[in-house]
């Protein structure tokens, strides 16, 4: 599995400290930037992201939780953006647009699904995807509990990259701890956003998180493949 922790969750008094030890063992950082009208909160932003790319050097995924994602991808790109992540809902008559101005700036293009928003609302761009995200929550607030109708919608999009020989990754996002982690493998997820409940509540040093975080997957990872062999 791979490990994409959400920034927005992270103890920011503590912020070298975590950015630096996230760079050395997670696959991306995951950083919301909401603007207040997609969804109710204001979070991160564009200088955020420049702040982190200045210590980090794994991929920065910038998920937009924004009703004009247009005004947000040059900015992200000079901040030093690795990944812009869409939703569906906001990016209607401007999709392929949006998706090749991504391209140009050198950043690669997720495609991110409220749970109420099906997998075929983005069936003409799908193959144009690096990525997919699956909300297991509602989008914009943190620590809601786990909506276990997305698992089918999880199986699906693993069966759409099969039949149309896709090769996007399946990220998670939302509610990703002890209590989903063995249903989102068997689902067929690829990478788990973690937060509050899935990482930075598990304990005040960063490290020690980590080592329990890591501990419950690889305990949900032999559940579901008990012939895997260990990391």
């Known amino acids: 599995m791979k490990i994409s922790p959400s920034l927005m969750c992270m103890d920011l008094a503590r912020f070298q400290e975590q950015i630096a030890f996230i760079d050395q063992h997670a696959d991306y950082f995951h950083i919301d930037i909401m603007d207040g009208h997609f969804v109710p909160n204001l979070t991160l932003s564009p200088f955020f992201v420049g702040q982190v790319k200045k210590l980090a050097s794994k991929p920065l995924d910038c998920h937009l939780m924004v009703t ?25 008559g401007q999709a392929f647009r949006l998706i090749e101005e991504i391209r140009r700036h050198g950043m690669k293009v997720g495609l991110i699904l409220n749970p109420e928003t099906p997998v075929d609302a983005m069936k003409y761009y799908i193959h144009k995807a690096d990525k997919i995200t699956v909300m297991t929550v509602d989008p914009g607030f943190a620590g809601q509990p786990f909506i276990p109708e997305m698992l089918d919608k ?4 693993k069966s759409w990259r099969e039949r149309e020989g896709l090769s996007f990754e399946i990220e998670i996002d939302g509610s990703c701890n002890q209590r989903t982690y063995r249903e989102l493998m068997a689902a067929g997820a690829d990478v788990f956003i973690v937060g509050t409940s899935g990482l930075f509540n598990h304990a005040d040093d960063i490290g020690d998180a980590w080592q329990l975080m890591s501990e419950q997957i690889l305990a949900a990872r032999n559940e579901v493949m008990p012939h895997a062999k260990s990391a």
């Open 68 to 92: 004009r994602p247009q005004d947000y991808i040059g900015d992200l790109a000079r901040a030093g953006a690795d990944y812009i992540t869409l939703h569906p809902e906001t990016i209607n």
């Open 154 to 157: 999880i199986a699906e999009l």
